[in-house]
């Protein structure tokens, strides 16, 4: 299976949740955490769900699946309830919709997977098995997590924003390209002297641009 690995920008895109129980928890968090717009339809919930809906940061509309609650600009859908049947019944509403579906345990009625995924800030390693073996992606996530420095994410932070002064300072071209590879394996730090930053200005007095 040829599986298209990308990161999705979900703020404000409209995403539902077909149950609420242990299956679902992760999944809506994971859609939170993404900034998307939650609807989750289910008879009951989770308490930390509850909690979600009652300080208004998710829908919850309490009842069971019906269908054409797949609504025509709904952006992609997760299926998470212990019912087989009522999972494929919404994956193939949302099919017939051209909306894409992930049934949650049931790898051949999604269209896409959740990853495992390591975080530091802004920093995102995911991995998946294309539904395989979700057991060894989240062996794997655990040892690069274990391997990956907490202060990653502060580092990529710094990084970036030196990045941000190079690429106003230098011209499109490959010594451009050069230092900001050159940089992104020294240690970079947010104060004006730093090391880092001294060699990105020093590069740009000896290279300057040219209009």
Not at 28 to 55: C, F, G, M, N, Y
Request: glycine share 6%; with cysteine.
């Amino acid at each position: 299976m040829d599986l298209f690995p990308i990161f999705l920008k979900l703020t404000g895109r409209p995403c539902i949740v077909i149950g609420a129980g242990n299956l679902a928890e992760s999944k809506i968090e994971s859609l939170r955490a993404a900034h998307a717009a939650v609807t989750v339809i289910a008879p009951e919930a989770r308490p930390s769900i509850v909690e979600l809906a009652q300080a208004g940061e998710i829908t919850w509309l309490r009842r069971e699946y019906a269908p054409g609650d797949i609504a025509d600009g709904t952006f992609l859908v997760v299926t998470a309830t212990d019912v087989g049947a009522v999972n494929r019944a919404v994956y193939l509403e949302a099919t017939g919709k051209n909306i894409i579906c992930n049934a949650v345990d049931d790898p051949p009625f999604c269209d896409f997977y959740f990853p495992s995924v390591v975080r530091r800030g802004d920093l995102q390693i995911a991995i998946s098995t294309a539904g395989a073996s979700p057991a060894l992606a989240q062996r794997l996530r655990k040892e690069i997590n274990a391997q990956l420095p907490l202060d990653t994410g502060d580092w990529l932070t710094d990084l970036g924003n030196l990045r941000r002064e190079v690429t106003q300072m230098e011209p499109l071209n490959d010594e451009r390209k050069l230092l900001l590879h050159q940089l992104a394996q020294r240690e970079v730090c947010g104060y004006d002297g730093c090391p880092s930053r001294q060699l990105a200005r020093q590069h740009a007095l000896t290279n300057p641009k040219h209009d």
